[in-house]
């Protein structure tokens, strides 16, 4: 039997602390000291019983899977650090607010991001139970300001961003994170009844279909079609068969033909990337091939190893939202082919610990929340790629982690630190146990 170290108070009057003498079946305490009272052992003492704290298990590194997300989102924000701080220069000098304007204010939101992911990486998986609904429910509820209220701010055609007290933000990205949560809790709950079509359509296209609607009203195609993935993604990862998904698929593709023809601006930008009018080399550039076209010759500049940081002619106001949506010309430009590769490397390594914190999933919560998750950004940075180089028409999404726009960037982060509290939500039950571990150990051998 092992003998468990008695609470100090327990001892019988009468004994000395400070006695150096042997006690019968006790060793000697080696810290004691004649006169002086004895050192207690490295344990905590409260309301009469010990607690022994490991320090080594509360603070356990984590594991594989959560440091390669983690090392690899933190290298994309620090490499679109770099970027914003070329290609916004010259934009942000002629907005009068210096060379480093851009910069500072996309910093400042990182600043605010990376400890905010960290802290919602701790968070556990009841936690997003419990604010799945509310998150819906209040990102929605921003968003439905926007296109019912005066408070909406548009911008290149769409209106979705809100102005509330002098601050800008957009609630359509919110409505992604909310996504993320929601869709998780919900088919966790629905797993046993994913066969049924009114236990899949009714729930989620409901709910998260009128989400998306919601940012249709806006004007935005490229983010609602951004959202519908997100939903399909969520439902074929979390085991719904295909011939359920192919109706509402196919509906899902005739409405956004629908919109897209029923809106001036996108059937012209659609009608001039199906036609030849953006490769002619005489005449005057329409306002609809000015953007792609100079995409296009930015990456062509670059060639294969790139201008050089900061060389780039097509940020001198000749491309626009160059640091935000065509920012991968801008990367193209001046890091060339090179420089191309290594993002789209990143991201395929993004891709692939989204795809092994699923695999190591023990819930559905967590496997569907992380694939839709991984839907949204992996999916929209290969869409920006593709808009830049000429395989979509322009939808204006922004490229993850990199583009400029603190609202999107704090949103990814967020949904990136979801994904990390699953990563480690396996192992998060070790500190809260490791105080209690050692007394259960002795009390057993006892």
């Known amino acids: 039997m092992v003998q468990v170290p008695r609470n100090p108070a327990s001892r019988p009057a009468g004994q000395n602390q400070g006695s150096t003498g042997a006690t019968p079946g006790k060793r000697p305490n080696p810290g004691a000291r004649p006169g002086r009272p004895a050192r207690i052992p490295e344990q905590a003492v409260a309301g009469g019983a010990q607690v022994r ?13 959560y440091f390669l997300l983690l090392g690899t989102t933190l290298f994309l924000v620090v490499f679109g650090l770099i970027m914003v701080l070329s290609s916004s220069s010259v934009d942000s ?9 851009g910069i500072l204010r996309q910093g400042m939101f990182a600043l605010i991001g990376i400890p905010l992911m960290l802290v919602v990486s701790r968070l556990p998986l009841a936690f997003w139970r419990r604010v799945a609904w509310p998150a819906m429910l209040i990102t929605c509820f921003f ?15 769409n209106t979705n961003w809100l102005n ?3 601050i800008q933000f957009q609630p359509s990205e919110g409505i992604k994170v909310a996504l993320v949560i929601w869709l998780g809790v919900i088919l966790s709950k629905k797993q046993h009844q994913l066969h049924d ?7 989620v296209f409901g709910v998260g279909g009128g989400a998306a609607f919601l940012v249709m009203l806006g004007g935005d195609l490229g983010t609602t079609m951004i ?11 979390a085991g719904v068969k295909l011939r359920l998904l192919a109706v509402p698929l196919l509906v899902g593709v005739g409405a956004a033909v629908v919109l897209a023809i029923a809106s001036p601006n996108r059937l012209t930008r659609i009608t001039s990337f199906l036609n030849e009018g953006c490769t002619e080399l005489v005449g005057e550039i329409s306002s609809s091939c000015w953007q792609p076209l100079h995409g296009t010759w930015a990456l062509a500049n670059g060639g294969i190893f790139g201008v050089g940081l900061g060389n780039s002619k097509a940020k001198w106001s000749w491309l626009p939202a160059a640091d935000n949506d065509y920012i991968f010309a801008i990367i193209g430009e001046e890091l060339g082919l090179i420089g191309c590769i290594v993002v789209l490397g990143m991201f395929i390594l993004l891709a692939f610990a989204f795809l092994r914190i699923m695999r190591a999933a023990t819930t559905v919560q967590a496997k569907v929340s992380t694939a839709a998750a991984m839907v949204w950004i992996i999916g929209q940075a290969f869409v920006n790629i593709g808009v830049v180089l000429g395989v979509f028409p322009v939808l204006g999404v922004p490229l993850p982690l990199i583009s400029a726009g603190g609202t999107a960037l704090l949103t990814t982060l967020v949904a990136i630190g979801i994904v ?4 480690r939500g396996d192992r998060s039950s070790d500190a809260e146990s490791a105080f209690h571990d050692t007394d259960l150990i002795e009390a057993d051998r006892a």
């Open 164 to 166: 509330i007290f002098g």
């Open 143 to 157: 968003q439905f300001l926007v296109v019912a209220t005066g408070l909406g701010v548009g911008t290149g055609g």
């Open 93 to 101: 000098f002629l907005a009068d607010m210096g060379f480093f304007g």
């Open 227 to 237: 959202m519908a993935g997100i939903l399909f993604g969520a439902l074929f990862f």
């Open 53 to 65: 704290i490991n320090l080594g298990r509360v603070f356990k590194a984590e594991g594989g899977n």
């Open 197 to 203: 079509w009114k236990h899949v359509f009714i729930p």
């Open 420 to 423: 990390l509290s699953f990563a």
